[in-house]
């Protein structure tokens, strides 16, 4: 028998970028599998994996949970982004979304392990945490998620749990690089800031998937009630943005002054209360000229070395990239300040 056995997996958030990869992951080892998302899958050959559903509604969590009888939950809905910057409520559904269901993971039985999806973003640049529970967020988005651990450590959970804090990961589904970043190079209008040594946590996302996937599988006790890191090692971001220009433009990158960079980010930002799209803004700015050390000694030491080089990642994100990416679409956001909620 595989190290999966008799494994059902449900993933909350499985149209999303992450949520993408994990189900092909598990397609292709012949697991059982259910994806919630409101959203339809990115993959429109998950869509039979997909059943829509609101984390927000515990009713129809529990008919979900109760059809389908997960072993294994991989709950990674969200809202990721960072736009809404004073009202925390703006992301509910990170905080109260996991706390309904956790409440609903308890009245199952059949659960053995759920891995709830935190973020990097709960300690701000430069701040290396003491402790799984040293805190310093610098967004209200950190802060939900302050708010989602604190209510996993407090949900009395009797099956094994682990938080997850997701580095800035790339790779194939990536919609966000797509548009962000491949397309302007592609059209030689990438210039990166300045040639500083800018340390940043990145990660590839098929390695992720396999960090996961070692959670999932490993011993109770080398997983259970602890907080890890996923991602790979921190690097100087140009050696990426080398490989990721060699390997897509067969180009090196172009440098410009880190000043010119920052007048041309206020720029965007002026763009973007406007909604017109522009390449760079303060926030991408920041993210391109700070470290970011996050740290992935424990990971290793817990799971091992994850097996996908950076020259690799980068192939297989091109491919994908290459091969009619432009015709996928991401999906809604939804205002959950404006919904009437169903609680547990």
């Known amino acids: ?11 909350t958030g499985g149209s999303g970028f992450i949520g993408t990869n994990l189900v092909q992951y598990y397609l292709e080892r012949g697991v059982a599998l259910l994806n919630l998302d409101w959203n339809a899958p990115l993959n429109p050959a998950h869509s039979a994996t997909w059943r829509e559903c609101d984390l927000m509604n515990a009713d129809a969590l529990r008919v979900a949970f109760k059809d389908f009888a997960p ?22 559904q990170n905080h109260e979304g996991t706390r309904i269901l956790l409440a609903v993971v308890k009245e199952r039985t059949s659960v053995e392990r759920i891995i709830v999806t935190s973020t990097q973003f709960v300690c ?6 003491k402790h799984d529970q040293d805190y310093k967020p610098f967004t209200v988005y950190g802060e939900s998620k302050r708010l989602t651990e604190q209510v996993t450590r407090d949900a009395g959970l009797t099956c094994a749990w682990a938080l ?4 800035t990961i790339w790779g194939p589904w990536s919609l966000r690089y797509r548009d962000v970043m491949f397309k302007v190079m592609r059209k030689g209008l990438y210039f990166h800031p300045g040639r500083k040594k800018v340390v940043r946590s990145y990660g590839y996302v098929g390695n992720v998937v396999w960090q996961i996937d070692r959670m999932l599988t490993a011993p109770r006790e080398v997983i259970d009630g602890r907080v890890f890191y ?12 080398e490989a990721v220009s060699k390997q897509l433009v067969g180009k090196p ?6 000043w010119l960079v920052k007048v041309l980010a206020l720029c965007g930002d002026v763009l973007k209360v406007v909604r017109l799209p522009f390449p760079i803004t303060s926030g991408r700015y920041r993210s391109m000229t700070t470290d970011y050390i996050t740290p992935m000694d424990r990971t290793i030491e817990a799971l091992g070395e994850a097996p ?31 919904l009437i909620t169903t609680q547990v």
């Open 71 to 92: 072993t294994h939950v991989v709950h990674l809905a969200a809202r990721t982004d960072t736009d809404e910057p004073v009202d925390v409520d703006a992301y509910r």
């Open 230 to 241: 996923v991602g790979d090692q921190p690097i100087d971001l140009k050696v990426w943005v």
């Open 124 to 129: 701000e640049a430069g701040y290396q945490p």
């Open 1 to 11: 028998m595989s190290a999966h056995g008799t494994m059902r997996l449900l993933i």
């Open 308 to 338: 996908f080089g950076m020259d690799e990642g980068i192939r297989e994100t091109i491919r994908w990239y290459d091969a009619g990416s432009e015709r996928f679409h991401a999906g809604t956001k939804k205002d959950v300040r404006a």
């Open 253 to 258: 990158v172009r440098y410009i002054p880190t």
């Open 164 to 167: 997850i804090r997701p580095t």
